[in-house]
């Protein structure tokens, strides 16, 4: 699953030192001044996964293979892109392709970083962000509105949805909300996600701390948690500069650094995973001498679906499913004492996997 998530945010608010955390490089630029970043910088991240070392261990496997997500860190947003200023179209052209947007906000003061605006107030700056994408959302569907109506008349079924949906969106943004407030029924999905709506895209509210709000964050991250709360969005307060530290260290040193700032792990596993929370992702595993590896697939999928992930053709000749919790393949040591413990289980076409499933699947070529 090649699966994106734009890293948004206004200039200087510390977008690319979290996104060079996220890749351990120094892909993006980071530097003090707008626009530092041009070209959107995409990073290939390992999803976080003790479950998997666990799992590993018992075989043991030779090779581990975590799941990944893909993040974009794209230019810094100003007042006015949706009208063209600094990199405007350039730059929500780069979201459009995300499947999520993670928005960075700055909660630290640094006079020596300087902020767009002038001041550091992360709300404003979720606001300008917001505002800006739902423009450009207005504009975008105002364009459609003349001829989906035409087409809608001739009878095109296709085309009345479309604009079903494209009235339902405007409601919402006339309104300053955004797309996502939208209720959109089943059948109506695959139509939704195809007007590529800025503002559709689940949502997730980073706040950039300093070193000493690490651990508890601050009032301004506590303000944003709040928006985020009251807006239907996922938040995580996370110190760029502090991951960015980490990173750079191996294993045990990393853990020591960790021990002296009061935390149990880098903040940027918590991103990773509430970005995958946010994706509606979970994880499932296959076990065996020469790997241990966890797959991506979305919550609700079934077996044969899960299957797919692997090979297409696993899907297409599924026969069963041979399934173990994880819990269950941990406590019996693998395998063998599943079997022996009633704890293996033969799943059909309809199973729908669940989180932690240790899966082998068996399909007719």
């Not at 962000?129 to 504009?139: G, K, R, S, V, Y």
């Not at 609700?300 to 696993?314: K, M």
Request: proline share 4%; with cysteine.
């Amino acid at each position: 699953m090649a699966l994106k998530v734009a890293i948004v945010g206004l200039p200087n608010v510390g977008k690319s030192t979290l996104f060079n955390a996220l890749t351990q490089t120094a892909a993006a630029q980071a530097a003090n001044y707008p626009f530092c970043t041009i070209e959107p910088n995409t990073g290939d991240v390992a999803v976080p996964e003790p479950r998997l070392d666990a799992l590993a261990a018992i075989i043991p496997s030779k090779e581990i293979i975590p799941s990944r997500i893909n993040f974009v860190d794209i230019a810094g947003l100003v007042r006015g892109a949706s009208k063209g200023e600094g990199l405007g179209n350039q730059f929500l052209a780069n979201i459009r392709d995300c499947d999520a947007v993670a928005f960075v906000t700055r909660c630290f003061i640094d006079d020596d970083i300087t902020h767009v605006e002038g001041k550091v107030d992360p709300l404003a700056d979720l606001e300008t962000i917001e505002t800006e994408l739902m423009l450009a959302d207005l504009e975008s569907l105002e364009k459609r509105v003349t001829n989906l109506e035409k087409r809608a008349k001739t009878g095109d079924k296709d085309s009345a949805q479309t604009l079903r949906l494209v009235q339902a969106a405007l409601v919402e943004l006339n309104a300053g909300r955004p797309a996502r407030t939208v209720k959109v029924d089943a059948e109506d999905e695959k139509a939704w996600r195809m007007l590529q709506l800025l503002t559709s895209k689940p949502a997730l509210y980073v706040s950039n701390v300093d070193e000493a709000s690490a651990a508890e964050g601050n009032e301004m991250s506590c303000s944003v948690a709040e928006r985020a709360a009251r807006d239907g969005a996922d938040h995580v307060a996370i110190s760029a500069q502090i991951e960015s530290e980490i990173a750079m260290l191996d294993p045990e040193e990393r853990t020591e650094f960790l021990e002296t700032l009061g935390l149990t792990e880098p903040g940027l596993n918590k991103l990773i995973r509430e970005a995958y929370h946010l994706l509606g992702l979970q994880t499932y595993f296959t076990v065996g001498p020469k790997e241990a590896r966890a797959w991506t697939i979305h919550k609700g999928d079934t077996a044969p679906q899960a299957a797919g992930v692997i090979h297409t053709d696993f899907e297409k000749g599924f026969i069963r499913a041979e399934t173990i919790a994880y819990d269950d393949y941990v406590r019996l040591k693998g395998e063998a004492g599943a079997r022996e413990a009633g704890k293996f289980r033969q799943e059909g076409k309809e199973y729908v996997v669940q989180d932690g499933d240790v899966l082998n699947f068996r399909f007719n070529v």
